[in-house]
């Protein structure tokens, strides 16, 4: 069965492209051309992953983005907007974005990334521990000595990924490989500043830290 991809954009001419050349390379395509629409199809057809645009009429890419989320966290959302500041990338990450791209943007770059999250979701439901610290990849629960703690989809990864990784010391290189498949468009200060959300939300109030940074190489999660 094809995967299917929801394009969400308001540019005829770049709906369009982007509509034939997804379903020349083998996906499902359904396009919206704005927010309430692009809502309607989601909730009536729910894709594999959404392409969307943020600079949309009548309701923005970005409440698109939260009520997304808030339903379905698992599908991977990919950014494809004009507005490439550093601040702005960030805010798209934190209302849960899985991915940024900056217009103008390469076909088979953005192809290669919806391939990438599209793996990434294939993943099998796996429980990963460290210390009091629970990561559920099924349920998308975080918990530590049994509390809940709400992360957004982003932070989620970066935690799966120091998980898996256990006492292994990361660079800020292979966290961007990794969670943000090094996009050109993101800088590497993102690392440290979603490391810090991190921080604030699994360490804080714990005598016990988890999450370390080694000065000069990059950032460990363990247990000592």
Not at 130 to 149: P, Q, W, Y
Not at 201 to 214: P, Q, R, T, Y
Request: with cysteine.
């Amino acid at each position: 069965m094809l995967k299917s991809i929801l394009v969400v954009e308001d540019d005829e001419e770049i709906r369009n492209y982007l509509k034939e050349f997804l379903r020349e390379s083998g996906y499902a395509v359904q396009t919206a051309s704005d927010g309430p629409a692009a809502l309607r199809v989601f909730h009536k057809t729910p894709p594999d992953l959404v392409v969307l645009d943020l600079t949309l009429p009548t309701v923005s890419g970005e409440t698109v983005c939260i009520e997304i989320k808030k339903d379905s966290p698992e599908i991977p959302v990919i950014m494809l907007t004009a507005k490439a500041k550093s601040m702005d990338i960030l805010s798209g990450f934190k209302m849960g974005a899985d991915d940024y791209m900056a217009k103008p943007f390469v076909g088979d770059e953005l192809l290669a990334r919806i391939k990438a999250r599209l793996k990434t979701m294939g993943r099998s439901d796996t429980v990963h521990k460290v210390a009091d610290l629970e990561l559920n990849t099924s349920t998308f629960e975080v918990k530590r000595n049994g509390k809940l703690i709400p992360l957004t989809q982003k932070e989620f990864e970066l935690l799966h990924y120091f998980m898996i990784n256990k006492s292994r010391v990361l660079t800020r290189d292979m966290i961007l490989n990794k969670v943000w498949l090094y996009s050109p468009d993101i800088e590497s200060r993102v690392v440290d500043v979603y490391v810090g959300y991190l921080r604030k939300k699994v360490d804080a109030g714990h005598k016990k830290k988890l999450i370390h940074s080694l000065r000069g190489f990059g950032y460990v999660l363990k247990e000592n």
